[in-house]
């Protein structure tokens, strides 16, 4: 096992009874999952409008989202497009179960993958490649896609609840090498270096610390992270983008590997994040309402301006 694994033991503690509920919700998701996909797909979407009713905060946000990114589009469409962000979200709750639990060949029958040979120019050219993720809804089963086909390495945020965190170190654990938490910058440098893939997701507002304010769609100032910058200039890695897209019509999952960019600027912080959020948009683009703009991206303002969700 490699020495940066982050493998939580299973002791008896998990089978205390404060997990008792948590154990049956997990034994529910796997019995769903077992059905056929359409059917999962329906009950997925399903339990997104119930969960609507009561996440009052969540729509809030997401619809706020939707409206500071898209400001052209009319009330209506703000309101249609954050419906259909829940009834993904909803679905994302199987597909997690998904990713975790299905066997190989069930992966591959509903998931179909294009581009993976830009995954191998790193092997060509001797480097390490930066998976550069996004958060979709579709990322656990993402990750799952890409790591039967190439395995490397995850980064993870650890679960403050000892028992979601050993279940989901175990099932990304079943397309990955090893998990890095994402802190250890160093590790995923080191990773790089040695040639593997390492998946990163730069998209997300993780604060003022390390972040410059750069344009996300109609956002002027969004707090991007400088981690991507970081890893470039330490490691000179392939950077390469991809999107786990839900197909429509129960049609299962593509996932778009693209080709590796170029003209990425490392000697420049502010003007990276700018790079880099145009990538993103144009990911996101590809399938938007399965986007996870549950996610408070614009939480962190420059100082003296006011909360973007009041």
């Known amino acids: 096992m490699p020495k940066?694994?982050?493998?939580?033991?299973?002791?008896?503690?998990?089978?205390?009874?404060?997990?008792?509920?948590l154990w049956f919700g997990i034994a529910f998701l796997y019995l769903i999952v077992?059905?056929?996909?359409?059917?999962?797909?329906s009950l997925g979407r399903g339990l997104g409008r119930?969960?609507?009713?009561?996440?009052?905060?969540?729509?809030?946000?997401?619809?706020?989202?939707?409206?500071?990114?898209?400001?052209?589009m009319t009330e209506a469409q703000h309101e249609a497009w954050m419906i259909k962000n829940f009834e993904a979200t909803g679905?994302?709750?199987?597909?997690?179960?998904?990713?975790?639990?299905?066997?190989?060949?069930?992966?591959?029958?509903?998931?179909?993958?294009?581009?993976?040979?830009?995954?191998?120019?790193?092997?060509?050219?001797k480097r390490g490649?930066?998976?550069?993720g996004i958060h979709f809804l579709t990322l656990e089963l993402g990750a799952r896609i890409i790591?039967?086909?190439?395995?490397?390495?995850?980064?993870?945020?650890?679960?403050?609840n000892k028992l979601m965190d050993w279940l989901q170190t175990w099932g990304r654990l079943r397309s990955?090498?090893?998990m890095l938490d994402r802190r250890d910058v160093k590790g995923m440098i080191r990773s790089l270096k040695k040639g593997e893939l390492v998946w990163y997701a730069p998209d997300h507002d993780y604060?003022?610390?390390?972040?410059?304010?750069?344009?996300?769609?109609?956002?002027?100032?969004?707090?991007?992270?400088?981690?991507?910058?970081i890893l470039a200039r330490m490691a000179n890695p392939l950077l390469v983008p991809f999107i786990p897209k839900r197909n429509d019509d129960n049609q299962g999952y593509t996932l778009i590997v693209q080709p590796p960019l170029e003209g990425f600027p490392t000697d420049d912080e502010i003007a990276a994040a700018i790079f880099m959020n145009q990538v993103i948009e144009q990911q996101i683009l590809l399938a938007p309402e399965q986007y996870m703009w549950l996610h408070r991206r614009f939480k962190t303002r420059p100082s003296g301006e006011a909360s973007l969700y009041q």
């Open 147 to 160: 790591g039967i086909h190439r395995p490397g390495v995850g980064v993870y945020r650890p679960h403050d």
């Open 4 to 21: 940066n694994q982050i493998l939580p033991e299973f002791t008896r503690q998990l089978l205390h009874p404060r997990y008792w509920l």
């Open 50 to 72: 119930f969960a609507m009713r009561f996440m009052t905060r969540r729509k809030m946000i997401s619809r706020r989202n939707i409206e500071l990114c898209f400001p052209n």
């Open 176 to 178: 990955n090498k090893f």
């Open 207 to 229: 604060g003022p610390r390390n972040s410059v304010f750069a344009p996300f769609f109609a956002v002027e100032k969004a707090a991007t992270t400088i981690g991507t910058s």
């Open 91 to 125: 679905l994302a709750v199987f597909e997690t179960g998904m990713a975790w639990f299905w066997p190989n060949w069930r992966i591959e029958k509903w998931c179909k993958i294009q581009g993976i040979d830009h995954l191998d120019v790193g092997i060509s050219e």
């Open 129 to 132: 490649v930066l998976v550069i």
């Open 34 to 41: 077992l059905l056929p996909y359409p059917w999962i797909s």
